[in-house]
């Protein structure tokens, strides 16, 4: 299963991103590009093949949806004090890539806070939130009372233990059902977030789910089998997956 409605005509994917299918979106979250850059600021090298996988990713959204417009809920770029290098190469490269085949919209993340001299470079706005098919999109990193809501800035992921004790870190979407919440999971393949195995609400880096009812809620696991419903966060818990 590459994907599943969890709200009216809104569809998660295998392929880390929400398909709004009346209005012709497709949501994503949390790139993080230039990561590699602020790692090596601080002395700790890695290969520059985010961004690479990253577009990778993108084109296979864009030919499997052809998607009227993209929208980025977030956190596009890494470094909050400045555009580093690579960011404005990248960044550049990735919204160039977008913009052949679709619109883009950009939403503010908390690491976006130099984005807007890119942005504005290549004509394209910064918003704090905006809302699409009844449903209302911000970043995740402030509180917002409207609902249905989506969110990102939290990066869930799922951790599965096999019966030798190997494990695997799956990126998930979790849906507060009670709350009218879905979280998004990162788009970058190096964000690996809040293991929502065993999370309380104090664990959740987000005010808003700060005091959001755990057991109402559904984990998909993204997997290279298709999208996994691993039950609710206690379930995951209960059973130590």
């Known amino acids: 299963m590459d994907?599943?409605?969890v709200l009216p005509g809104a569809f998660i994917s295998n392929d880390l991103?929400?398909?709004l299918k009346d209005q012709g979106l497709v949501a994503i979250a949390?790139?993080?590009?230039g990561y590699e850059a602020a790692l090596e600021e601080e002395g700790l090298q890695l290969p520059r093949i985010q961004t690479a996988t990253i577009e990778d990713g993108l084109i296979r959204i864009l030919e499997k949806y052809?998607?009227?417009?993209?929208?980025?809920v977030g956190d596009l770029k890494h470094e909050f004090s400045r555009n580093l290098g690579q960011e404005w190469s990248d960044v550049k490269s990735v919204i160039s890539l977008l913009r052949e085949r679709s619109n883009v919209l950009l939403v503010r993340g908390n690491h976006d806070n130099y984005l807007r001299n890119i942005a504005s470079r290549m004509g394209i706005g910064l918003v704090d939130n905006v809302r699409v098919g009844g449903l209302t999109f911000v970043h995740g990193h402030s509180n917002c009372s409207t609902r249905p809501l989506i969110i990102a800035h939290e990066h869930p992921s799922v951790r599965i233990v096999d019966r030798i004790g190997a494990a695997i870190r799956l990126p998930a979407f979790v849906h507060f059902k009670k709350d009218e919440i879905l979280v998004l999971p990162a788009f970058s393949p190096l964000a690996a977030g809040t293991d929502v195995t065993s999370a309380a609400p104090s664990d959740f880096l987000s005010p808003i789910l700060a005091k959001c009812d755990i057991s109402a809620t559904n984990v998909y696991g993204c997997s290279e089998i298709g999208i996994l419903n691993l039950g609710s966060i206690p379930l995951l818990s209960a059973?130590?997956?």
């Not at 052809?66 to 980025?72: G, N, Q, R």
């Open 239 to 241: 059973v130590g997956v």
């Open 30 to 33: 949390d790139l993080h590009i």
């Open 66 to 72: 052809d998607p009227e417009t993209v929208l980025i």
């Open 17 to 19: 991103c929400l398909y």
């Open 3 to 5: 994907s599943l409605e």
